[in-house]
């Protein structure tokens, strides 16, 4: 469901408490605001709960009372609260090497609107795709990785992310490892994208090796980096039925049209708040 331009995002979690739905509701019943989509869930093995409201606003709405007002209500819950306002648009960074279908895909959905985001910066080992990021208007950095001092290549990396106020880095099949202490400062703002012929296919040409094996479902995961290779918290997944009709080309390009829905469909969400990192495991709302 896509948001209205209108209405406000206000997110939560908290320990399973009795009144969990009640404090928050009731909050937005008695400031005046409309409730226009509400999710939560409660997660009963880890005695987690997270839920989900967009609203309208009354007029006169401050948003300064509000979040006081509302800091003062969930207290005693211990519950830990955002609040997005309408148009927020997050400040994004993609990295990529030299495959371009998901850069396309994400430019091209940003630019029609479809992904509200402000990408900052494309960063790249390799200066391929510096075209098509300057055509969008948007700064190119190339640093060219030195696999004996990966440290250093990582660091100009961040500092770009720090630098731009990037709440989200996209890994729009950017083909290298990061390392456990990028991973650790990335942790639940950075989106990775790999096929889910993983781990039966590793190395190179993967669905090549999969028509050797006549696999009969193509896919690809969206998913938070960690420091386990390919293993972060799921965010979205997609799938399509092949047979023996398919070759391995044709495997190859059904793959990049799932790779690049599947990601704009994790990022969207992470954009409208709908995710929620719960230990090794996500909450999509």
């Not at 948007?138 to 770009?160: M, W």
Request: negative net charge; hydrophobic residues 40%.
């Amino acid at each position: 469901m896509s948001r209205t331009p209108d209405t406000w995002i206000l997110t939560a979690h908290c320990p399973s408490l009795l009144g969990t739905v009640d404090v928050v509701t009731r909050f937005l019943f008695e400031q005046g605001c409309y409730v226009t989509e509400h999710h939560s869930f409660d997660d009963r093995e880890d005695n987690r709960f997270f839920i989900r409201v967009e609203f309208r606003a009354p007029d006169g709405f401050t948003e300064a009372d509000f979040r006081a007002g509302l800091a003062q209500r969930v207290a005693p819950f211990a519950m830990q609260t955002e609040l997005v306002a309408p148009g927020y648009r997050p400040k994004v960074v993609i990295m990529v090497s030299k495959a371009d279908h998901c850069l396309h895909d994400l430019l091209y959905r940003q630019r029609i609107g479809q992904l509200p985001m402000d990408v900052a910066a494309v960063v790249s080992n390799h200066p391929d795709l510096e075209p098509l990021a300057r055509w969008h208007g948007i700064p190119y950095h190339h640093f060219p990785l030195d696999p004996n001092d990966k440290p250093a290549q990582e660091a100009r990396v961040l500092q770009v992310v720090e630098d731009s106020g990037a709440e989200l880095v996209i890994l729009a099949r950017y083909m290298q490892v990061l390392s456990a202490e990028l991973c650790q400062r990335l942790e639940g703002r950075a989106i990775n994208i790999h096929h889910s012929l993983l781990p039966g296919f590793k190395g190179a040409k993967p669905y090549h090796q999969a028509w050797e094996k006549g696999v009969k479902l193509v896919g690809a995961t969206a998913h938070f980096i960690n420091n386990d290779l390919d293993e972060g918290p799921i965010i979205a997944q997609g799938v399509e039925p092949v047979d023996h009709a398919h070759y391995p080309e044709d495997l190859v390009a059904k793959g990049r049209d799932i790779e690049c829905l599947t990601l704009a469909r994790a990022v969207g969400y992470f954009l409208e708040r709908r995710v929620f990192l719960n230990g090794n495991r996500s909450v999509v709302l």
